[in-house]
């Protein structure tokens, strides 16, 4: 292999996992792949263990809406990760894209069909996704979905089946997520419901101008009315799939199974969302030490009989759940604040600063201590006044409305204090609500 046989066309995007460049083979031009470039020096051990878990679960898939795994390689301090490139972008693309035209019915029932496939893969393979996402949705060159971004993916061993930890994004996270308590595969149709909803009208169901009222509207808000302009059968399923108790949402087999797919239309073809040239940024330099024609030249020796070009993955054997709890990676341990709650984290640092004891005692659980930090960070808020705590509590108890709660908080507590700690407040009203729920 010649260097001179691959391109570079250009950078596609970058964040806080790194780069990714669209590639492509000078014999073919027609034949483009993404590869995805992530410094190993800034990860931490709980960012390296989920990026070698989303390599081995791509390179194990293989389904016409999964996003197809090519190779990878390490080169300079550097993770590289081949796949698909899917032209079009993502679903968040398209909905931005969309300006309140809303999305057709066959079109939309169609990706609904693609995207809950990919899921039903997974699910019988003992794999939850846990980040399903418009972002992580993406569109092929004929405007197909694929299902990626696996990097918090978990295998659930089929006996010890109810993982723990809190992760994802926050407005497609399932009540259960919150509240603290074990989830199951469930949790990603509660993240599919949200995904479809907000296809169908360009608006998420759930949201708030600050993380503790959505994280309370998730938990305790009432379902929001299920969009009129589609078929009965559509929003029918759409609201068994946004039930908040995941006993009575429909599995991915039998969201397959629901009469809404039994007569399969093929929806109108669809413009590109993006033309040949849309494809973000040609000044791709900057990459340090990273020499990225000669690290793609290590892709066959890195990857026994694959190449650069290659359409599908080799065949693997059928994923199977790890014994030892059910992580994709051997040794991946993902605790309870793989997510950073920004709240929690100013709430411990404060109490640190000031002395207090912030670890666990053995016997609580994780939202238990949160709910003691918060109030012991409360408290200190508000001169250790109990009885102005105790009457800012009542008020939470009483009072569901956004607005109307922010009022009465003020009038209770005055606007200096509540700016202290009015976020902390309605995180305390949802911990606490969460730990009566679960106790019950």
Same mark, same amino acid.
């Given at each position: 292999?010649?260097?001179e046989q691959?391109?570079?066309?250009?950078?596609l995007g970058?964040g806080?996992f790194?780069k990714?460049?669209?590639i492509?083979?000078?014999?073919?031009?027609?034949t483009?792949?993404a590869l995805k470039?992530m410094d190993?020096g800034s990860m931490?051990?709980?960012?390296?263990?989920l990026t070698?878990?989303?390599?081995?679960?791509?390179s194990?898939?293989?389904?016409e809406?999964?996003?197809s795994?090519?190779?990878s390689f390490?080169?300079?301090?550097?993770?590289?990760?081949v796949t698909?490139?899917c032209?079009?972008?993502?679903?968040?693309?398209y909905?931005?894209n969309?300006?309140?035209?809303?999305?057709?019915?066959l079109r939309?029932?169609?990706?609904f069909r693609?995207?809950?496939?990919?899921?039903?893969?997974?699910?019988?393979?003992?794999?939850?996704h846990?980040?399903l996402?418009?972002?992580?949705i $993406?569109?092929?060159?004929?405007m197909?979905c694929?299902?990626g971004d696996?990097g918090?993916a978990?295998?659930l061993d089929?006996?010890?089946?109810?993982a723990?930890?809190?992760?994802?994004?926050?407005?497609?996270?399932?009540?259960?997520i919150?509240m603290?308590?074990?989830?199951n595969?469930k949790t990603?149709?509660?993240?599919?419901?949200i995904l479809?909803?907000?296809?169908?009208t360009l608006?998420?169901?759930?949201?708030a101008l600050?993380?503790p009222?959505l994280i309370?509207?998730i938990?305790r808000?009432?379902?929001p009315?299920?969009?009129?302009?589609?078929r009965p059968?559509?929003t029918?399923?759409?609201s068994?799939m946004?039930?908040k108790d995941p006993n009575?949402r429909?599995?991915?087999?039998?969201i397959?199974q629901?009469?809404?797919?039994k007569?399969r239309q093929k929806?109108?073809?669809?413009?590109?969302i993006?033309?040949? *040239? *849309?494809?973000g940024?040609?000044?791709y330099?900057?990459m340090g030490a990273?020499?990225i024609r000669?690290?793609?030249?290590?892709?066959n020796?890195t990857?026994p009989g694959?190449k $650069?070009?290659?359409?599908?993955p080799v065949?693997?054997?059928?994923l199977?759940?790890d014994?030892?709890?059910?992580?994709a990676?051997?040794?991946d341990?993902?605790?309870?604040?793989?997510?950073?709650?920004?709240v929690?984290?100013?709430?411990?640092?404060?109490?640190?600063?000031m002395?207090h004891?912030t670890?666990r005692?053995?016997?609580?659980?994780h939202?238990?201590?949160q709910?003691d930090?918060?109030?012991?960070?409360i408290l200190?808020?508000?001169g250790?006044?109990?009885g102005l705590? *105790?009457?800012?509590s009542?008020?939470?108890?009483?009072?569901?409305?956004?607005?109307e709660?922010e009022e009465k908080?003020?009038r209770?507590?005055?606007h200096e204090?509540?700016g202290l700690?009015?976020?902390e407040?309605?995180?305390?009203?949802?911990f606490?609500y969460?730990?009566?729920?679960m106790?019950?």
């Amino acid at each position: 292999m010649s260097e001179e046989q691959f391109t570079v066309v250009r950078l596609l995007g970058e964040g806080g996992f790194g780069k990714v460049f669209l590639i492509q083979d000078k014999s073919d031009p027609s034949t483009k792949q993404a590869l995805k470039l992530m410094d190993i020096g800034s990860m931490d051990a709980d960012t390296l263990a989920l990026t070698l878990q989303e390599i081995k679960l791509l390179s194990e898939l293989e389904h016409e809406h999964v996003l197809s795994f090519v190779a990878s390689f390490v080169q300079d301090d550097k993770i590289c990760i081949v796949t698909e490139f899917c032209s079009n972008g993502d679903l968040s693309d398209y909905i931005n894209n969309q300006h309140g035209n809303p999305l057709e019915e066959l079109r939309l029932i169609e990706w609904f069909r693609q995207i809950a496939s990919a899921i039903e893969y997974l699910h019988e393979r003992n794999i939850i996704h846990r980040d399903l996402k418009s972002q992580n949705i $993406f569109l092929d060159a004929n405007m197909n979905c694929k299902l990626g971004d696996f990097g918090i993916a978990r295998v659930l061993d089929p006996v010890i089946n109810m993982a723990q930890t809190q992760i994802g994004t926050p407005h497609y996270m399932s009540p259960e997520i919150f509240m603290g308590i074990g989830y199951n595969a469930k949790t990603d149709i509660w993240s599919l419901s949200i995904l479809i909803y907000e296809l169908a009208t360009l608006e998420k169901p759930f949201d708030a101008l600050f993380m503790p009222m959505l994280i309370f509207n998730i938990t305790r808000g009432e379902k929001p009315t299920m969009p009129t302009q589609y078929r009965p059968e559509f929003t029918e399923l759409l609201s068994r799939m946004m039930e908040k108790d995941p006993n009575d949402r429909p599995s991915a087999r039998e969201i397959m199974q629901d009469k809404l797919f039994k007569e399969r239309q093929k929806p109108k073809p669809m413009p590109n969302i993006r033309s040949p *040239d *849309d494809y973000g940024s040609e000044d791709y330099y900057d990459m340090g030490a990273f020499n990225i024609r000669s690290a793609l030249q290590t892709i066959n020796d890195t990857v026994p009989g694959r190449k $650069f070009g290659d359409k599908k993955p080799v065949p693997k054997p059928r994923l199977r759940a790890d014994k030892e709890g059910g992580a994709a990676v051997s040794g991946d341990k993902i605790g309870d604040d793989t997510i950073t709650d920004p709240v929690m984290e100013l709430v411990t640092r404060t109490l640190k600063d000031m002395g207090h004891n912030t670890i666990r005692p053995a016997g609580k659980t994780h939202l238990q201590q949160q709910v003691d930090l918060l109030k012991m960070y409360i408290l200190n808020v508000l001169g250790n006044d109990q009885g102005l705590f *105790d009457n800012a509590s009542r008020e939470l108890d009483k009072t569901d409305g956004e607005e109307e709660l922010e009022e009465k908080l003020i009038r209770i507590l005055g606007h200096e204090k509540f700016g202290l700690c009015g976020v902390e407040l309605l995180h305390y009203k949802n911990f606490t609500y969460n730990l009566k729920h679960m106790k019950k």
